[in-house]
């Protein structure tokens, strides 16, 4: 299993980005994906989840900002990342559970003017 994220950078708030994992490795169209985040001093959370039908749900605190997405035949799972905040600031993992939970290398994204 691989999972290679991109796409993090540093951003002032109020900006966008947008975060894209490459699976490969596993049954893509199928598998339910997920971003989890982990900022400085704390624990990982997860932020966003994608079923294989498309059903996304969000933690509270990116609801009505962040939106996930993923394309099967590119195999890749989208954050795009709206109104930013410097409490949304961490390394951000895409993952996928097989038995158990399989992570990528993670991409950074700082919020800071």
């Known amino acids: 299993v691989q999972l290679q994220a991109s796409g993090g950078g540093l951003v002032q708030p109020g900006g966008s980005l947008r975060l894209s994992c490459k699976a490969s490795?596993?049954?893509?169209?199928?598998?339910?994906m997920d971003w989890y985040r982990q900022a400085p001093g704390k624990q990982r959370e997860l932020v966003a989840s994608?079923?294989?039908?498309?059903?996304?749900n969000y933690v509270d605190s990116v609801k009505g900002r962040f939106t996930i997405s993923r394309d099967n035949v590119r195999r890749t799972v989208n954050l795009q990342m709206n109104s930013l905040k410097s409490e949304d600031t961490a390394v951000y993992y895409c993952?996928?559970?097989?038995?158990?939970?399989?992570w990528g290398q993670g991409t950074l994204v700082t919020v800071s003017s």
């Open positions: 993952s996928v559970t097989l038995g158990r939970l399989f």
């Open positions: 490795g596993i049954n893509f169209s199928i598998n339910t």
């Open positions: 994608i079923s294989s039908g498309g059903k996304a």
